[in-house]
């Protein structure tokens, strides 16, 4: 999926446009509230994050901070929040692309899960 | 080869800068991406850890042939129990904290998972030193 074919799916607004589009175009969705466990997950695979995209109700600086750490470009708030000057500074500094949609994670997830959209694929866990 | 990072306790704004900067110096060694991605984990969370109860603080990058060593070292109330802050879901965060998207109580396990090898030393009322050793495949 392009950036600008997730903007339509999601009704979406783009507020900074900084990545360039993966080869492969976006193919995975990661929706996570906490950063830790954004963390935690980036850990558990192997995955090239670039395809990835970012769903969450956070949007605050520490969230661009986080995708730059592990590589996603790509950060959809949720329910029309918008991020203040200082995160949108940080995501342009960062090259990370920042759009808000209007809708819920829930319902976000199911239209992007429809459009066979994949979740992050985890490795075995070897705690 | 050998870098130095201050962490500034309380520093929200800033934290990630950092860790972010070591992520460049790897990437610029041409140093694995699965490696990388696992250093990154393991220097943010600690750094997080500085900037939200320490006073200050700083990250030590030590990178030899077959390894990278990150020390995150910083002046603060300490940890009175080291056992119980790994338990996954143990946090005395803030709720500030918690708005900023940490204080899961997920900190220290993340970095446990993240390092090939993590040691911590903590003295209360002083300061907390953790160690975390990367091997390089």
Redesign the interface.
Known sequence: MTKKELQKTLSAETIFDGAIEPETGYDTVCACDMMSELLAIMNRTSQRNRGIILLTGLANPQVIRTSELVDIRLIVFLRDKKPTPETVALARKCGITIMSTPHTMYKSCGILHEMKLNDVQLETNSD | MHFEYPVQGGN??G??DA??RI?NVLKQLGIS??TI??V??AS??SEMNIVAYATKGKLLVDIDPGEVNITATDVGPGIPDIEKALQEGYSTATPFIR??????G??L??IK??ADNMIIESVVGEGTTVKMKFWLS
């Open positions: 929200f704004s934290a990630g860790s972010s992520k991406y699965d991605k696992r990154a984990i943010y969370e708005e900023m998207g940490f204080g899961a997920m900190g396990a993340n998972k993240a």
